[in-house]
């Protein structure tokens, strides 16, 4: 145990109720450890994710009724108690994804557990350590757990490179938080293709980040890009976040027997009616907060190998603009809320 004193109080955002996206900045007690998992963290900086004030409206099932409705499940910090044995000690640099059905981590202290967390590598800074865990474990688990994608390529394995090497991914809302995640994870794989698509002015950005291809969907649909050579451009895998009209547009661009994975719309209900076509799979998934894969995550950016992109940062102050550029939907990484002056 930390011998540090803890305040009886502190600092925390908190969304007003189920049913809004308000959200008010208030006090509130330390909360105190009560589960064998439970990690008491000092927190420097949160991140909310894109839709989360609506989710205890779409999916009640994952928001528990009790759950004290604090924001932003990412968080970096500094560990002030952790369980004996657990593998983390008072001081750790932590990042996590706090999991959805418990409070998130815009206040000064949270309670990630032992299972979520990770230690940050050596070089990221707070922000952009927060940046880190939602993105890339969605993008992790989209492209090597349901995308058929084999991570063992990132080290180097012959087999998975050269099975890799014959799969052509696209890769939807390339630039935002998720997407820069999985275009560096698909390149870094070994993909035979990585496909970018993002808005106006965001070419260059999905090229550094590995994109070999890139649809600036401002300016040609997903459809009319596929026509245009439907042989050489359709694609084995694609990863889609947008949903609406660019998830219809997948289902011109995954060729038949190929896969789509998605994380906003299940791909069956933006598959245009009408369309005779056979995946071999199409899946919607919600991300496991695992730090086990966010560990294996530390080590390709203690290599230098991919990194997290930050769009803005924001004063604890200045939350409703953070989560007000957040709900415009065009950001190029992730938005981050400072919670302490470390930050
Ligand atoms: N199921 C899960 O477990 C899970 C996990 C994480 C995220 N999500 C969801 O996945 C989505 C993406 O999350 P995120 O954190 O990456 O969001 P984000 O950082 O806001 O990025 C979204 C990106 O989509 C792009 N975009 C907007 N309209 C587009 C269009 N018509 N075509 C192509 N791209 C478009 C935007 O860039 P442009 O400026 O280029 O348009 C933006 O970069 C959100 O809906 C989020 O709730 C789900």
């Not at 006090?27 to 994710?49: G, K, S």
Request: net charge negative; hydrophobic share 45%; with cysteine.
């Amino acid at each position: 145990m930390a011998s540090q004193a803890l305040p009886q109080t502190m600092k925390t955002l908190l969304q007003a109720s189920r049913q809004t996206t308000e959200v008010l900045s208030t006090t509130a007690p330390v909360p105190t450890p009560t589960h064998p998992e439970d990690v008491l963290v000092r927190v420097h900086a949160a991140a909310p994710c894109a839709g989360e004030l609506l989710w205890a409206i779409y999916f009640p099932e994952n928001i528990p009724a009790d759950k004290e409705l604090v924001p932003c499940q990412d968080m970096a910090g500094t560990v002030v108690t952790a369980p004996a044995g657990s593998g983390f000690a008072a001081g750790d640099r932590v990042y996590c994804r706090i999991d959805a059905s418990r409070a998130g981590a815009a206040r000064d202290y949270a309670l990630p557990r032992v299972s979520e967390l990770a230690k940050i590598p050596e070089g990221l800074g707070w922000t952009e350590a927060a940046a880190t865990p939602l993105s890339a474990l969605t993008a992790w688990q989209a492209l090597f757990v349901h995308g058929g994608l084999d991570a063992k390529a990132i080290k180097g394995d012959a087999a998975a490179r050269e099975r890799n090497g014959r799969i052509r991914v696209l890769v939807t809302g390339a630039a935002g938080g998720v997407g820069s995640w999985a275009v560096q994870l698909a390149a870094l794989a070994g993909a035979k293709a990585v496909v970018a698509v993002c808005g106006r002015g965001k070419e260059q950005k999905v090229r550094e980040l590995g994109a070999t291809e890139v649809v600036d969907y401002t300016k040609t649909s997903i459809e009319e890009w596929v026509a245009a050579d439907p042989a050489a451009r359709e694609c084995d895998l694609v990863f889609e976040m947008v949903g609406g009209k660019t998830l219809a547009g997948c289902w011109a661009a995954v060729r038949e027997g190929g896969a789509m994975v998605t994380i906003n719309t299940p791909p069956e209900l933006g598959k245009p009616e009408g369309l005779n076509k056979q995946l071999s799979k199409a899946l919607f998934f919600i991300v496991e907060p695992l730090g086990s894969n966010l560990a294996e995550i530390s080590e390709l950016i203690a290599a230098g190998k991919v990194r997290p992109t930050v769009d803005s940062v924001w004063d604890f102050a200045d939350y409703q603009k953070a989560f007000a550029k957040l709900e415009e939907g065009h950001t190029s990484g992730k938005i981050i809320i400072k919670v302490s002056d470390e930050a």
